[in-house]
């Protein structure tokens, strides 16, 4: 690995030797040592960056090492942010060493991704030069990259400047160079991703399974730590082998589970697993997809993947939304679809339509150690968790306001949740009682319920459910009741912001057409998980994991159908519907001995 | 065998209310004068409402079938109120609980009295002390409690044993939330409270009254009222003739009450008032006090808004989320002298998170 990064950067400069300038992305340093890459906001901030997670403890320093192709002075600049400005220390601060030069300058200072410039260094051709981050706070520093220049011009800051010149300075081609061809790609690898797969799969489907994190199960996995909910349905054999145990939410039971998710799905032959690989784009001509491209997280190798048929299952309906799926966000009005109940008025669906929806968690937990713990004071998190005290969190650990998109808003979303759980903490370390309390973990991924909602042929709606409907094409099934949550803050200005309340709706069980899992208007698409073509209120039931993992189970089948009969989604509806349902019918009678768990 | 006996009891209790209530009812006082001892709604001092019997009752296995009461305040309603007497059981020991429920014209909890003569008491008969009575006043407020979705089983059983039935145990959070909010020692007595105030089907069917009695009269009565809930029924139906007509109150509601009912105040204001200065100025001037998804839907505007405004609003740059202060620089069409010196001290100060956003905003303006 050391040995292709060194030549990636070399070939970065060797292109662009007139410009004598290097960009070393943080994200592909040799070794991140308690770094983590973050590859969650690529699409806003503009890429994968390394952060110092350490929730109060310095993490340890992150290395690599480049090549120069010119000796001379140069001027280098850090890409950061300051995550919560104020009158107080930035909350993630740290300092860069380019070999044995410390530079004494702390770092991620400035409000808002951009350059911060670190110095000037002289610097010896063809020969390895030491990048190495040294972390001052292990509260979230964070660094996209570095940048040396011959010329004391700063890169462009502004974010729809930094796309543009990263390519021009790396010298990027558009296309990748590699293309890999599929029965089927997958894109997103939590439950609904994983069950699509294995039911592709097991119909002898070549599938490609592509994630952008080192684990499976999205929201279930021991990175986010949120239990799986809802029944099985037709699918028990194979979402055994991806749900959890009913712990707690944040426990760390989620590692046993992930153990055996991530063992069941690799031992498909026929699955190609890409994790650390997250998908960018997805080119769709006449309304039909015919590839996605995705780059590897760390190292930004970069792969484009085709397939006849695509599942998009990344949650925030990614691949749609490149490919050009007609898509919803936020709550309709209660008029739109019939979804009024009057009990809860305007917090369950609103007169008039808006952009409100249910918010994202981070979850986290606190242990007992032998001996006093000391926590330092946090005060750049005090804004937001004002006095709240707490020791752990839970689900309604939850954030939303209605000028944020989850999705385009996201990692300040995660940062407002950071604030809230070190503020919360400090809180709580300030009782006597807590002396022993140190933090055990803290996710620093945004466990997100609701984003774009894809629009299939039928969209699922709150009134499916209350009139029980029972569709010819009911492919999955559930009794969890509906469960639709709104902040705490709008009804009591007293809470925080950052708690949620849940509203239930009890129903015996519901139905979920197949027509809902594939795209209205891009004709080779499906879609499995919370980004599936339902209404704001129509989500609050289906979106917990075990019932998008039926949704997952149900397109993998499908695809399988389609694959044997040449057709797109839609005809398996119109022409093989009986087929089609024998087959989910049949699978409830496959014995379960017979899986791989 | 416990159980059994436990049946056999609620049974009979059951029958011997059947056969007392209609004795007690006549024996009680036909309008009420004071204001309840827990009571969430205003009253005003010589208040005098009288009680009409109504075709409405609540039906639980428990209390059997109680009659429902509205309280008028000169033929206008006012109050729900219901006498009930219901067996409270734990352990196979039961006992009576007497107590008065009031609810709102909604079929909100309003509040609760008891007879001086019959307190309420605990599971080891000790009376109930007044940080308990309020204690119960705090649970009965909250419409979304934590007893809501749960059995009284689930509630006594431990973890353990419902696990070892298959059952999905309680979180330990969830335990602690239940403690929390009942009173201590009368969890039985807490939960029939609840589930009798919000789970009976009542407020349904008082909703459901107090429609067919509706009239611009009462839905502006509402809109007087502190109670979020009638400010919001009254603030969905005010015509926009209503609208202009109560414009003081409505501004006055917009600064005092909750955020859910100024977003709805914000989505249902009709289009005249932002093109009238003076009647939107009482909105924008309070800019900074109203919470920030108000803010947000108030931003919506600002393409409407004269000049003022803009100005106005450019001293509220710190306290703008980033997406806010996206907006309210997309609204500056032209140069501004006043407002664009305003923002070059924002974008240059150190402090405030946003800061780069104006700074960008002002390259691209240069």
């Known amino acids: ?597 | 065998m416990k159980i059994v006996i436990r049946i056999i009891f609620l049974v009979f209790i059951s029958f011997l209310m059947q056969c007392a209530l209609p004795n007690l009812k006549v024996k009680k006082d036909s309008t009420l004068v004071k204001k309840p001892a827990f009571y969430d709604l205003g009253w005003e001092p010589n208040t005098k409402l009288s009680k009409g019997h109504l075709p409405i009752f609540i039906e639980t296995d428990t209390v059997g079938r109680q009659q429902l009461f509205v309280l008028s305040n000169n033929n206008t309603p006012v109050l729900y109120s219901a006498q009930i007497t219901t067996p409270v059981c734990a352990d196979g020991d039961c006992k009576l609980m007497n107590i008065t429920l009031y609810w709102t014209l909604l079929g909100d909890y309003a509040g609760f009295d008891t007879d001086e003569n019959r307190p309420l008491t605990k599971h080891d008969h000790d009376e109930f002390l007044p940080e308990d009575y309020l204690k119960l006043h705090q649970l009965l407020l909250d419409n979304n409690s934590i007893l809501k979705n749960r059995t009284i089983d689930e509630l006594v059983t431990s973890p353990k044993q419902l696990q070892l039935e298959g059952i999905d145990a309680l979180s330990g959070a969830t335990i602690t939330e239940v403690k929390e909010s009942v009173v201590l020692g009368a969890l039985y007595s807490c939960y029939v409270a609840w589930h009798l105030v919000h789970n009976s089907g009542v407020k349904e069917k008082i909703k459901t009254h107090t429609a067919s009695m509706e009239s611009t009269a009462l839905r502006v009565a509402m809109l007087y009222e502190d109670n979020t809930e009638y400010q919001l029924y009254a603030l969905e139906r005010l015509s926009l003739e209503q609208y202009t007509n109560h414009f003081k109150r409505i501004s006055a509601v917009y600064k005092n009450s909750i955020p859910l009912v100024r977003s709805l105040i914000i989505k249902r204001m009709p289009f005249t008032f932002w093109r009238t200065s003076e009647l939107q100025y009482e909105f924008w001037n309070s800019f900074s006090e109203v919470d920030v998804n108000t803010r947000s839907l108030l931003l919506k505007q600002l393409n409407e808004v004269p000049i003022q405004v803009l100005e106005t609003l450019s001293e509220e740059l710190s306290i703008m989320t980033k997406n806010q202060l996206k907006v309210y620089l997309g609204a500056i069409k032209t140069h501004h002298t006043q407002i664009h010196n305003t923002i070059k001290v924002f974008a240059n100060s150190e402090h405030n998170t946003y800061s780069y956003i104006a700074k960008e905003f002002l390259e691209r303006q240069e």
């Open chain 1, 1 to 597: 690995m050391k040995l292709f990064l060194t030549l990636v950067f070399f070939g970065i400069v060797t292109l662009n030797t007139n410009a004598q300038e290097l960009l070393v992305e943080a994200e592909s340093f040799d070794d991140p040592g308690g770094w983590v890459v973050d590859p969650q906001f690529v699409e806003q901030m503009g890429s994968p960056y390394l952060m110092a997670h350490g929730m109060g403890k310095v993490v340890k320093n992150a290395r690599t090492k480049v090549n120069f192709t010119k000796k001379g002075k140069y001027h280098i600049w850090v890409r950061t942010m300051n995550w919560s400005p104020g009158e107080w220390d930035a909350p993630g601060k740290f300092k860069l060493k380019v070999n044995d030069k410390l530079f004494e300058k702390s770092l991620g200072l400035r409000s808002g991704w951009g350059w911060e410039y670190v110095g000037e260094l002289a610097l010896v051709a063809n020969k390895p030069t030491q990048l190495e981050l040294l972390d001052e706070t292990g509260f979230n520093g964070r660094c996209d990259a570095v940048y040396f220049s011959m010329s004391d011009k700063a890169p462009p800051s502004a974010l729809e400047k930094i796309a543009t010149w990263r390519k021009t300075v790396t010298a990027e081609t558009n296309i990748p160079e590699i293309t890999k061809y599929y029965d089927l790609v997958v894109v997103g690898g939590g439950i609904a991703g994983c069950a699509a797969a294995i039911a592709a799969a097991e119909q002898n489907l070549s599938v490609a399974l592509i994630h952008d994190r080192p684990v499976l199960g999205g929201n279930a996995s021991s990175e986010i730590r949120v239990h799986t909910l809802g029944i099985y349905g037709h699918f028990e054999r194979i979402l055994k082998m991806l749900d959890t145990e009913h712990y707690p939410n944040g426990s760390s039971k989620a590692k046993l589970d992930q153990e055996k998710r991530d063992k069941n799905v690799k031992s498909f032959s026929n699955i190609d697993l890409f994790l650390n690989w997250r998908a960018y784009d997805a080119k769709a001509y006449s309304d039909v997809i015919r590839f996605v491209d995705a780059r590897q997280t760390a190292t930004g190798e970069r792969l484009r993947f085709g397939a006849p048929l695509f599942v998009d299952a990344t949650g925030d309906g990614w691949i749609g939304y490149w490919a050009g799926a007609e898509f919803s966000y936020g709550r309709e009005s209660k008029d739109t679809y019939g979804e009024e109940w009057d009990k809860w008025g305007e917090l369950w669906s609103p007169k008039e339509a808006d952009d409100a929806v249910m918010g994202s968690s981070v979850l986290w937990q606190s242990k007992k150690a032998n001996q006093k713990q000391n926590f330092p004071n946090v005060p750049w998190a005090m804004t937001v968790a004002k006095n709240h005290t707490a020791i752990n969190g839970e689900w309604y650990w939850e954030f939303s306001r209605n000028d944020l998109s989850q999705i385009e808003d996201a990692e300040e979303i995660r940062d407002h949740m950071l604030k809230a759980i070190y503020g919360s903490f400090a809180n709580a370390k300030q009782l006597v009682k807590n002396d022993s309390l140190t933090l055990d973990w803290v996710s620093y991924l945004v466990g997100k319920r609701e984003s774009r909602r894809l629009i299939g042929d039928h969209i699922f709606t709150f009134k499916d459910v209350v009139d029980e409907r029972k569709f010819p094409d009911a492919v999955v099934i559930e009794t969890r009741e509906i469960d639709v949550h709104y902040q705490k803050v709008l009804t009591d200005e007293q809470h925080p912001d950052f708690m949620s309340e849940a509203l239930f709706y009890k129903t015996p069980e519901y139905y979920i057409p197949y027509r809902s899992l594939y795209s209205k208007n891009i004709s080779n698409l499906f879609m499995a998980g919370r980004n599936f073509s339902c209404s704001h209120i129509g989500l609050g039931g289906p979106r917990v994991m075990r019932t998008t993992g039926q949704m997952g189970a149900a397109v993998g089948f499908a695809a399988a159908l389609c694959k044997k009969h040449k057709v797109n989604p839609r005809e398996i509806y119109t022409n093989y519907l009986k087929e089609y349902m024998d087959l989910i019918a049949s699978q409830k009678n496959r014995l379960i001995q017979n899986t791989k768990k």
